[in-house]
């Protein structure tokens, strides 16, 4: 409830460019098994769920960007060693700061975050009940993405439009 709230407050303050959701979901699904310990970056099967989803949509495929993968992978470890759940991060960057500090210079850049589900096709239609999550993900400038799932079933989604 209170890591429900506090994302609540970061949507307000974010002006609605990030998000995060949390469940719990205990149903795993063959192409997501748990991660513990270390973070598991974007996989071919990530990949193609998050472009099967924006094609439903009439939007075209994102691109795995190992920048936005280090953005993303670099907050899910910074929050589980750190214990906390939100788009700031222990050293008071935000996703802007992170995605500015790996140097990707961007034009648009958002953040998604979820806790608990045990799939990837789980956090996309938890999203998709999500108002701003969903904006994020059909985006329709956003070409680039890096998707990282921390211990616990944490899950960090940053995508991105190069340039501009």
């Known amino acids: 409830m209170i890591r429900s709230v506090a994302c609540m407050l970061c949507l307000m303050i974010c ?17 997501s098994a748990p991660v513990t310990g270390a973070v ?4 071919a099967s990530h990949a193609h769920a998050l472009n099967a989803l924006r094609a ?3 939007l075209g495929a994102l691109q795995p960007n190992a920048t936005l993968e280090r953005v993303a992978s670099g907050h899910a470890r910074d929050m589980m060693a750190n ?7 222990s050293n008071g960057d935000t996703f802007v700061d992170r995605t500015r500090a790996q140097g990707y210079a961007y034009c648009h850049v958002a953040e998604n975050l979820a806790k608990g ?9 938890q999203w998709m009940t999500s108002p ?5 993900v059909l985006h329709g400038q956003v070409t680039e993405f890096g998707l ?3 211990a616990g079933n944490l899950w960090v989604l940053v995508l991105g439009t190069p340039g501009c």
């Open 40 to 43: 598991q970056i974007t996989s």
């Open 148 to 150: 990282a799932r921390g």
């Open 132 to 136: 701003v999550h969903r904006r994020n």
């Open 15 to 31: 002006a609605a460019l990030s998000a995060c959701v949390t469940v719990q979901d205990p149903v795993a699904t063959s192409h």
């Open 56 to 58: 439903q949509h009439g």
């Open 117 to 125: 589900q045990s799939s990837f096709d789980n956090v996309l239609q």
């Open 83 to 89: 214990g906390f759940f939100g788009h700031v991060s």
